[in-house]
């Protein structure tokens, strides 16, 4: 339902509480990939995720 109607959320106190670490938080479709690449490799969280292997796969951003 998240991407089908694309929900926006109050994030004022989270900016507050980060304040000059990040200017504004990624658009889904920046990390989509990265996030259904953890969740398969996992089967939705029912193993443990190999933090090595995923970060090989998908580098974060910067």
Not at 8 to 37: G, H, K, N, Q, W
Not at 42 to 52: D, L, S
Request: aromatic share 12%; glycine share 4%; net charge positive.
């Amino acid at each position: 339902p998240y991407m089908a109607k694309n929900p926006r959320f109050d994030i004022s106190a989270t900016m507050r509480l980060v304040e000059d670490a990040v200017d504004s938080p990624p658009l889904f479709r920046d990390y989509a990939d990265r996030l259904f690449l953890f969740c398969h490799q996992t089967n939705w969280g029912k193993r443990r995720p190999n933090h090595a292997a995923f970060s090989a796969a998908v580098p974060l951003l910067g």
